[in-house]
DNA sequence: ACCTGAACACCGTTCAAGT
DNA sequence: ACCTGAACACCGTTCAAGT
């Protein structure tokens, strides 16, 4: 949780399991690797990395915690956007995009979201708020149906990026928001 | 694997450990309903259960198969139904039911309605075929978009079975299925 | 102050030894 | 023909012993 520790060994360690992490999150997935993993993989104990990092989700949030608050700023960007974009459906796609790189983080986000607790549920909290406000916007341009809330938004987003991860070619993300926008009735 | 085992007592594990597996699946979900908890309840062996089972999708199939063959009969059963019958929505809120009452199954269906493969897979493959049939019937109703696939129509159903059991309080389904068939735009 | 690495509890799965 | 239960490989996590 430190984070900058005094000694210079556990600076340099702490950014070793980082590095790891980062580069096995990418190629396996969250799910697939291993923590012991990633602690050999950076040259160190078990016991270090968990010194570090108190549990997966503090290992999680740290790796993606920078992707996920440029996400909340994305939402504010977008408010000032002309009405010609479609910032709804730009910001949903980004979030999916985010979800899909790191295979299996779709059900921490839900997990974390629905608590509020810990070092992911803070951060999915603050992206709740942005996505609130871009619901807001989107709205009063008639881009959004008038009773749609951002953390319905959010659950439709992190609910198609989970199928998108688990069942479908990796192209099908933008297919289901299609249909997720227009809806299943014909227009 | 084997249906009807010879022996008796064979026969009676078998009926204890599918007992047992449905007990702890309704209490705790499929997740979390460990392998060895269930033969220990099943009063048998983990080897025993092994033996009847060769894995956990395998038991799993056993216990859900006949309400997920159910779903199967639904969507032909609902093909006659008058068209005043929401017959798209109606077998949507079944799947999504049907997949709620186990906690956990989402990630199992989409796993296998995605290879096809082992007990589960071709279950949903039946399914699958179902859906198509359904849709179509739907759509010379008017009541689905044109470019619907019954695919489609299981993967919408299996992303809000699985937000609303990981993050959502259990009563959101039915919101969640308004924003799918209506979409996120005004209307 | 921080690291090491053996150890723990738990999971699903396997198999040699029995009856 | 079928069951038993110890054992395996693997996971995340912990902690006594070091430097």
């Given at each position: 949780m430190t984070e900058h520790p005094r000694r210079s060994d556990a600076r340099r360690n702490r950014a070793r399991l980082i590095e790891a992490a980062t580069a096995l999150f990418d190629e396996v997935g969250v799910n697939a690797a291993a923590m012991n993993d990633i602690a050999r993989r950076a040259g160190v104990g078990p016991g270090t990395l968990w010194r570090h990092f108190p549990d997966k989700e503090a290992l999680t949030a740290e790796?993606?915690?920078?992707?996920?608050?440029?996400?909340?700023?994305?939402?504010?960007?977008?408010?000032?956007?002309?009405?010609?974009?479609?910032?709804?459906?730009?910001?949903?796609?980004?979030?999916?995009?985010?979800?899909?790189?790191?295979?299996?983080?779709?059900?921490?986000?839900?997990?974390?979201?629905?608590?509020?607790?810990?070092?992911l549920g803070t951060r999915c909290l603050a992206v709740e708020q942005a996505a609130t406000e871009l619901?807001?916007?989107?709205?009063?341009?008639?881009?959004?149906?008038?009773?749609?809330?951002?953390?319905?938004?959010?659950?439709?987003?992190?609910?198609?990026?989970?199928?998108?991860?688990?069942?479908?070619?990796?192209?099908?993300?933008?297919?289901?928001?299609?249909l997720v926008f227009e809806g299943l009735r014909p227009r």
């Open positions: 790796i993606v915690g920078q992707s996920l608050d440029g996400l909340a700023t994305l939402a504010i960007e977008l408010l000032d956007e002309p009405p010609s974009r479609d910032i709804l459906r730009e910001w949903v796609s980004a979030l999916v995009r985010h979800i899909t790189r790191y295979r299996g983080i779709a059900t921490s986000y839900a997990r974390a979201a629905h608590t509020g607790d810990g070092p619901v807001r916007h989107a709205r009063a341009r008639g881009q959004a149906r008038t009773d749609l809330t951002g953390s319905e938004l959010i659950e439709m987003a992190t609910a198609v990026a989970w199928v998108n991860e688990t069942t479908a070619p990796p192209d099908t993300a933008e297919r289901l928001l299609d």
